[in-house]
């Protein structure tokens, strides 16, 4: 039992090199196939943003005519949806009224005067809604006039922020008094335009947004580790010897200089058989480094930034990169 226990986890510690390529090559597929799914999920958050922007800025439109029985333009607006938060606030439905005057009354000093009412019946006697509004204070019966001056064909744009619910329009000509003016053959035409989705589609956008902005710098992330890996794996030969070669000679190489060499010529004797690490020639020498290269060393101690190999011949020749 205590073999057994002694030899699983040294066991488990033995990976092979073949193992090691294998999973080298399983992560860096895993890798780009993140790399893949990030941009691909910056492209769709962006995509989804873009579209819930456009959904909030989309308009619902709307139009009244003027009525020559009521001397008004009315409307049944209907429901508003939106956040139910009652009271004037930042996230009150916008609503903009556009009214042109095609036959203003034929008198001096006319305005226009726009009711916007939450009533749930917009042919009920509205008059307590009217006077309410005009009186001001409730944001649920607003009232707004142009404040200048009416003109043939002339546009007036009115804007206004309503809470979700049931809401009427009402749009007639005033004259100086603030009196509703009646039976004059006048004309006019009411468009308008609501965005019941602003709060919700802008919410909704800003989050894929913030999401797309995640993914970019998760994909940013991927691509610069995808990048050093295959910097490493197209590293050329020459320069993988050089480097071996340069971390040789700064681990294993002379310490300073090397000292005065003889200075009268070698008595004659038995030639040696030559091996590594000794002189070739009576100026330089060749110093073994690792992976079987060889830098030369000159006669002022300085080396030669040639990588060498041997030969079969025991001569030194200059590496040269197979082609």
């Not at 000292?259 to 002189?279: K, N, Q, R």
Request: aromatic share 10%; proline share 7%; charged share 20%.
């Amino acid at each position: 039992m205590n073999e057994e226990a002694t030899q699983e986890p040294t066991g488990a510690l033995v990976v092979d090199g073949d193992q090691d390529e294998l999973m080298e090559e399983m992560s860096l597929d895993e890798r780009k196939e993140r790399l893949k799914r990030t941009r691909w999920n910056v492209f769709l958050y962006l995509g989804v943003a873009a579209i819930m922007f456009g959904f909030a800025l989309f308009p619902m439109p709307f139009s009244a005519e003027y009525d020559d029985f009521t001397d008004s333009a009315q409307k049944d607006i209907g429901l508003v949806w939106g956040l139910p938060l009652s009271g004037e606030g930042l996230f009150d439905v916008p609503m903009n009224i556009e009214v042109t005057a095609s036959n203003p009354p034929a008198q001096n000093n006319v305005d226009i005067g726009v009711y916007i009412l939450n009533e749930d019946d917009c042919s009920s006697n509205l008059g307590a809604a009217t006077e309410s509004a005009r009186n001001g204070g409730s944001h649920a019966y607003q009232f707004k006039t142009s404040g200048e001056e009416i003109l043939v064909d002339g546009t007036y744009e009115f804007n206004f922020a309503i809470d979700p619910g049931q809401y009427c329009l009402i749009v007639e000509y005033f004259n100086e008094t603030g009196a509703k003016i009646t039976r004059s053959g006048a004309d006019m035409s009411v468009d308008g335009q609501l965005y019941p989705n602003q709060f919700f589609g802008g919410v909704l956008g800003l989050l894929c947004l913030g999401l797309s902005i995640f993914a970019f710098l998760g994909a940013q992330k991927h691509g610069t580790a995808l990048r050093s890996i295959l910097e490493g794996e197209h590293e050329t030969i020459e320069s993988k010897v050089l480097a071996d070669a340069n971390q040789a000679l700064l681990s294993a190489g002379p310490s300073g200089p090397p000292s005065a060499g003889p200075t009268e010529p070698p008595t004659t004797g038995p030639a040696s058989p030559p091996h590594l690490g000794t002189e070739t020639s009576q100026e330089d020498v060749y110093e073994p480094a690792e992976n079987g290269y060889f830098f030369r060393k000159m006669a002022d101690g300085t080396y030669d930034q040639t990588v060498y190999v041997q030969a079969e011949d025991g001569s030194y020749q200059p590496y040269q990169a197979p082609q």
